[in-house]
């Protein structure tokens, strides 16, 4: 695998010369692996995101990518685009949630990331719907209800959560690009703030409030206290958006979207264990985040109980 993967990174280079690649943990759906190439003389740290052949997503994540940066939205430089890869310039900094939220030395910085968090989505909420070609629009409430529905082991929980989206479901705000994943694990945080915003695969159009409402979910608060990716408040995250995008945050709308987050990861996770136990893709990770649709139900439950 790691041979053929260099020959195409270096084809997608020019033919420049590789070495040291070795693949990252995480990312359940694409590979991501880090490795060093030799450009114009100079060895260039640099990570490539590895989709599976065919699927094209990877040209619309690339475009998000580059329309964020003039956006303001701080990103890796793109190096180059092939046949499923997308290979840009590595960030350091930290993007274990667990660590972000408990080792000292993001203790100075924590207090700022959720206004971080707030001028940044409303910077990616800016772009131009035009900038990102293939965008579609769909009713994301239909979308998750199917999801849950395709498997035969039902989930009285997470129907309940359907149930209480269909009864207070608010309108939409506006629609605009979203990143559709943006929570804490998803950015490179160092000790002087967020470095960059990562993993663009869920891009989409859609109501603003949709990427505020995620951010919140519970599971991406990794057994932090506070609602905001468990490092920060609703007040610092809303009034930041407010004063960087001029749109007002309607807190209720807000709400309705964390709810939506938390039973559609809830279904997510039933999707992961699928692709495991049907043979399709046989992986421990997936089947790991498969167990955690339990707490999703639990989440969703908390979360209608308030």
Known sequence: MSAHLTERLAGALGG?????????????SRETWSFYARLDGVWRPLIVRRDRPGRGALTVEAAAIEAAARAGVPEPEIVAVGESVIVMERVEGETIPRRILRDDVYAGVRPQLASQCGEIL???????VDEVPGLGTHDALEDVTAMIHAFDDPSPALELGLDWLTRHRPTAVGDCVLHGDFRNGNLIVGDDGIRAVLDWELVHRGDPMQDLGYLCVRAWRFGGELPVGGFGSYDDLFAAYERVSGRAVDPGAVRWWEVFGTVWWGGACMLQAWRHLSGAERSVELAAIGRRAWEQEYDVLLAIAA
């Open 122 to 128: 409303a910077r990616i909420h800016s772009i131009p």
């Open 16 to 28: 420049a010369e590789i070495r040291e690649l070795r693949r990252l943990t995480g990312g359940a």
